[in-house]
């Protein structure tokens, strides 16, 4: 708790070369490198933060962050189809995460603290209580950092069709990333492989989308971190507007999220194993523009 203080500069750049291929058709290559320089809860943190279910402790010694990137873009747009893709690289030096305490590290520390004080079973007991009560029960975590490297892609294809009446735009998109430090473990926390399918349908002042996400399950984990089952979400919308005049507008929307009240749980969350996603949720919202 004595005063401290932290002075650094960063440099960060980037370029994009474009290239059109024809007229429909083009491909762009991106070059980056980008300085992150810690924050201040990052460095300077040390209490519980309950939102997280943790008790987080910075590090005043942690380097400047910095990503060397190249990522290779391709995009199509037709008359009809169109269709984007994007596959990158970063190297990370200096990875600012959260790391847990392990449960095997926290018993080892309390067995190394009880042979140095050398007190009787009760007095164990009692200390081992005051221990936990040390970080309120909460998993202690602390600010560190290790070289990474983060490769992925994302791809989306679609079409656009015109009916009778309305539009109908179809499309399916796909993401996925790997993310493993220099030791060979992988980066904690990390969003698994999702496919995401939508259908929209507008006519005028009417719209109406539908919208699956389908979550895959998450084995890429870190030490301590337990797997994500996978998981689909069906979301849907529909909106209809109605203009009074040049400026006054009212607009109707019926909304439906977790329509099949899927348990899911997001693999991101530090609390995911106690807090699952949001189930079925179905409302109305008015809209008055003036």
Do not use: C
């Not at 005051?130 to 029960?137: A, L, P, Q, S």
């Not at 929307?253 to 609390?271: I, K």
């Amino acid at each position: 708790f004595e005063p401290q203080s932290f002075d650094e500069s960063a440099f960060s750049a980037a370029m994009t070369l474009r290239k059109e291929i024809n007229d429909r058709a083009s491909v762009s290559l991106g070059l980056s490198s980008v300085s992150k320089v810690p924050s201040s809860i990052e460095l300077f943190m040390n209490g519980a933060h309950l939102a997280t279910s943790r008790y987080e402790v910075g590090n005043i010694g942690l380097d400047t962050e910095r990503t060397d990137g190249v990522d290779l873009t391709f995009d199509f747009e037709g008359d009809v189809f169109y269709a984007t893709g994007s596959i990158y690289h970063n190297s990370i030096d200096n990875y600012i995460y959260l790391r847990d305490e392990l449960e095997e590290e926290h018993d080892e520390h309390m067995e190394e603290h009880h042979d140095e004080e050398g007190h009787d079973d009760d007095h164990d007991d009692e200390h081992h209580d005051e221990e936990h009560m040390d970080h309120g029960n909460l998993t202690l975590a602390n600010y560190t950092q290790q070289d990474a490297d983060f490769t992925g892609y994302e791809i989306e294809v679609g079409a656009r069709f015109s009916l009778p009446a309305g539009e109908l735009q179809l499309s399916l998109a796909r993401d996925e990333v790997d993310a493993e430090f220099s030791n060979g473990e992988d980066v904690p926390r990390i969003v698994p492989a999702r496919n995401i399918f939508t259908a929209r349908y507008t006519l005028d002042d009417f719209s109406a989308k539908v919208l699956v996400k389908d979550v895959e399950r998450q084995t890429s984990v870190a030490p301590g971190e337990s797997v994500t089952d996978g998981f689909t979400l069906v979301n849907a919308d529909a909106s209809w507007s109605y203009g009074f005049d040049d400026s006054t507008r009212l607009t109707l929307t019926a909304f439906a999220r977790n329509l099949t009240d899927e348990a899911a749980r997001n693999h991101a969350s530090f609390v995911k194993n106690q807090v699952p996603l949001p189930g079925r949720n179905i409302g109305f919202r008015f809209r008055l523009d003036f």
